[in-house]
């Protein structure tokens, strides 16, 4: 069994309200489609999707945030 990363087409299980997913995709030994995992990344459209993982490269570019940054000053 493979993996990759594909877009899913959530809807149906969204009330029918538009919803697009990044997930992991598993495939049988002949490439078929047999399951996917947890919920990596969502937005209504694709161009949405686009905007998502343009942001998290851009968060990768950032220092990493610590529990002791959101405490306040």
Do not use: C
């Not at 069994?1 to 919803?19: I, K």
């Amino acid at each position: 069994m493979h993996w990759n990363h594909r877009v899913v087409d959530m809807t149906s299980e969204n009330e029918g309200d538009p919803l697009v997913e990044l997930r992991e995709v598993f495939y049988d030994r002949d490439g078929i489609p047999v399951g996917h995992g947890e919920l990596s990344i969502m937005s209504e459209t694709m161009e949405g999707l686009r905007e998502v993982v343009d942001r998290m490269k851009e968060a990768l570019d950032q220092p990493v945030l610590t529990p002791e940054d959101f405490k306040g000053k």
